[in-house]
């Protein structure tokens, strides 16, 4: 376990923590106008190998051998200029540090502090800026602290959980979550929708989908998984045979055969270590967040009233059951362009063409 300590005085600025993987939703924008619950769980926190934040430049200011040094290897928006190595973590986590009002930002927010001028949050003993409060709508509710201006100090050590322990102890991450607006004159509103980490999630899946197929079809096993990564796959990959299949594989789960083309596996919540079967395979394996792969191999029921008996007079629910969106699954355009240019098969002709052809399949409802 860590803590961090501001670098201009040595004032501890966070609580004790444990590193875990980034989410694959760090970085997501959802809907527009849309509140977002916390990004990190409390006590943790996470490394970002890139660089993020301003200053940034766009594609078009950027050397192409530039980019590939830095492992991206086709056309993005704009690019970081920022030290890599932000970590992010809750909210609740920090101490001793304070907002800089004068460093709210001049534009761009909406509803709070978006973090696109920079650290807005400075140590309170020497008044160091640290950190970069996020809390706009449509963004991930953290607060990113700046590599430069803090130090990790060791405290102890963590021992991970083992995958059986993992299966044991672990929770899925339900596909669907319920999403409000900011609060308006009519009061908030709030429905139900495709959970936010699921489209993300996804969207970084399918990249590494369309690379493992090697421009052939690939089928995905039927209920969940196909409904989320079917559609997209048959509608950027060509019909008919041949065709590769990508099958769940991971703790509990028959030993993958030994002809399999594609495996979707998770990765550990706490080390980052992408599951692996024993024994050689030449499978490709795609990567899922160990609470999606979790929701994907065993699905939980959705129990509308105590599985015995009814609730008793009086009382009324607090949690509201389950229910589903009303319209397709999308994968998030972002997840899946930031995953996609940083694969080197990119440089391929027809994958390229996907990504330069992105707007036009989110308006096909893909994205």
């Known amino acids: 376990?860590?803590?961090?300590?501001?670098?201009?005085?040595?004032?501890?600025?966070?609580?004790?923590?444990?590193?875990?993987?980034?989410?694959?939703?760090?970085?997501?924008?959802?809907?527009?106008?849309?509140?977002l619950p916390v990004l990190m769980e409390p006590g943790t926190f996470a490394v970002d190998p890139e660089p993020w934040g301003p200053p940034w430049r766009t594609w078009d200011e950027i050397d192409p051998d530039e980019a590939a040094a830095r492992g991206i290897y086709a056309p993005v928006p704009v690019l970081s200029d920022a030290?890599?190595?932000?970590?992010?973590?809750?909210?609740?986590?920090?101490?001793?540090?304070?907002?800089?009002?004068?460093?709210?930002?001049?534009?761009?927010?909406?509803c709070g502090l978006d973090g696109a001028d920079g650290p807005n949050m400075a140590c309170e003993a020497c008044g160091?800026?640290?950190?970069?409060?996020?809390?706009?709508?449509?963004?991930?509710?953290?607060?990113?602290?700046?590599?430069?201006?803090?130090?990790?100090?060791?405290?102890?050590?963590?021992?991970?959980l083992s995958w059986?322990?993992?299966?044991?102890?672990?929770?899925g991450t339900p596909p669907f979550a319920p999403i409000t607006t900011w609060?308006?004159?009519?009061?908030?509103?709030?429905?139900?929708?495709?959970?936010?980490?699921?489209?993300?999630?996804?969207?970084?899946?399918l990249a590494h989908l369309l690379v493992a197929s090697e421009g052939l079809r690939v089928t995905v096993p039927d209920?969940?998984?196909?409904?989320v990564l079917q559609r997209a796959l048959d509608t950027l990959l060509p019909a008919g045979p041949p065709v590769r299949r990508a099958d769940l594989a991971g703790p509990e789960l028959?030993?993958?055969?030994?002809?399999?083309?594609?495996?979707?596996?998770?990765?550990?919540?706490?080390?980052?270590?992408t599951?692996?079967?024993?024994?050689?395979?030449?499978?490709?394996?795609?990567?899922?967040?160990?609470?999606?792969?979790?929701?994907?191999?065993?699905?939980?029921?959705?129990l509308p009233v105590p599985a015995s008996g009814s609730l008793p007079y009086g009382v009324l629910r607090d949690d509201l059951p389950m229910q589903r969106p009303r319209h397709l699954f999308r994968a998030d355009p972002r997840a899946f362009q930031h995953t996609l240019a940083r694969l080197p098969a990119v440089r391929t002709p027809w994958l390229r063409e996907i990504l330069d052809n992105l707007t036009q399949h989110g308006r096909a409802g893909l994205f």
């Not at 209920?223 to 409904?227: K, R, T």
């Open 164 to 171: 059986a322990e993992l299966m044991a102890e672990g929770e």
């Open 83 to 110: 030290p890599p190595g932000a970590i992010v973590i809750a909210p609740g986590d920090t101490r001793g540090t304070v907002l800089a009002p004068e460093k709210r930002g001049g534009g761009g927010y909406c």
């Open 223 to 227: 209920g969940l998984a196909s409904e």
């Open 128 to 160: 160091l800026l640290v950190a970069t409060r996020i809390d706009d709508c449509s963004l991930w509710q953290a607060v990113w602290l700046a590599p430069d201006a803090v130090r990790r100090l060791h405290v102890d050590d963590d021992t991970p």
């Open 1 to 35: 376990m860590f803590v961090f300590v501001c670098a201009g005085c040595g004032a501890r600025v966070t609580t004790l923590l444990s590193e875990v993987p980034l989410p694959a939703h760090a970085h997501q924008q959802f809907g527009n106008g849309l509140q």
């Open 183 to 205: 609060g308006s004159r009519l009061g908030s509103n709030r429905w139900w929708s495709w959970s936010p980490q699921w489209e993300a999630a996804v969207g970084q899946a």
């Open 254 to 273: 028959p030993i993958p055969e030994a002809d399999a083309d594609i495996l979707l596996v998770p990765v550990h919540p706490q080390t980052g270590e």
């Open 275 to 302: 599951w692996a079967p024993d024994g050689a395979t030449s499978a490709y394996p795609v990567p899922l967040p160990f609470g999606v792969w979790l929701w994907l191999v065993f699905p939980e029921p959705n």
